[in-house]
């Protein structure tokens, strides 16, 4: 099942921020979406979630428009962490994911054993066990990530779609959530994710898509996106793109370009 996006175009308060993207998440890929900030990265995340109408275009889940299905229907094909998800006052975290298994449930039926199952299951992939009993208000940012990538996890969508999930967590945790990604992939979930982190995304992801000015400026291997003449032009720097000690092209960032000189200026030492 695809998830493809056709000729998107998205205004938020009837400012143009995205226009022209086309793209297709694939199951079984992890596809990065990565940008300067104000790309239009977390805009294109939530049309292809369905949280966003586009003003042009669609996102055709298994062919039909998303925009168009039943929440339930839709909750069986895209699960989306957003970055500013609202936590309610007074659930745990186990309740929290619960809520993840939405789509499953039929109303106001209570949960079956199956669904504890997923939610254990999502509890223990997203390094979230020892928070079960905890009230999600209470958690530390990392933390709440980790009980939201939990709920998406336990929803069981065909496409996992999320916003800088990792962006709060240490490096055990991120290299986790990555595993968990990965095995997810590996059993036929497309996954949308996206990243600030250069090198994260090149590790990861099978493909990179980059969003510039709010359109798709390049997507493909991150070997073909990741290259010094692109991420100058996108981010305004100057890197060196080394391949071979990390078996992925591994971006070393130098300087930024100042756009008088066009060249790289390297901070001074002690200056932020
Ligand atoms: N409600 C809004 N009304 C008008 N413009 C908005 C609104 N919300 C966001 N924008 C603008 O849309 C553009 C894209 O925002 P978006 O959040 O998609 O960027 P992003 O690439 O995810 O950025 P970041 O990396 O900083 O999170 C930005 O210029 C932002 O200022």
Redesign the pocket.
């Given at each position: 099942m695809t998830l493809r996006a056709r000729d998107l175009e998205v205004a938020?308060?009837r400012?143009p921020?995205l226009g022209g993207v086309s793209i297709d998440l694939r199951p079984g890929e992890i596809l990065g979406i990565i940008?300067?900030?104000?790309?239009?990265?977390?805009?294109?995340l939530r049309t292809l979630a369905g949280l966003l109408a586009p003003s042009h275009g669609e996102v055709l889940a298994d062919g039909r428009p998303l925009r168009r299905m039943r929440p339930r229907e839709r909750a069986a094909h895209v699960a989306v962490v957003t970055q500013d998800a609202p936590l309610m006052s007074g659930p745990s975290v186990r309740d929290l994911v619960l809520m993840g298994r939405y789509a499953h449930r039929r109303r106001l039926a209570p949960p079956t054993p199956a669904d504890h199952r997923a939610v254990d299951r999502a509890l223990r992939d997203a390094g979230a066990a020892a928070l079960a009993d905890r009230p999600v208000t209470e958690l530390s940012g990392g933390e709440r990530q980790l009980a939201q990538i939990g709920r998406a996890l336990a929803q069981g969508a065909a496409h996992l779609l999320l916003d800088e999930p990792t962006s709060a967590l240490d490096v055990h945790h991120r290299l986790r959530v990555f595993a968990v990604l990965r095995a997810q992939a590996d059993a036929g979930t497309g996954i949308g994710i996206?990243l600030?982190d250069l090198n994260e995304a090149s590790r990861h992801c099978d493909r990179i898509a980059v969003?510039h000015d709010g359109r798709l400026r390049a997507a493909g291997s991150p070997r073909d996106v990741l290259t010094p003449e692109l991420l100058a032009e996108v981010y305004r720097i100057e890197a060196r793109v080394l391949s071979a000690q990390f078996g992925y092209p591994h971006v070393h960032p130098l300087g930024i370009r100042t756009p008088a000189a066009g060249r790289a200026r390297t901070p001074a030492k002690g200056t932020a």
């Open positions: 938020l308060d400012t921020v940008g300067p900030n104000g790309a239009g990265k977390s805009t294109l996206v600030h969003v």
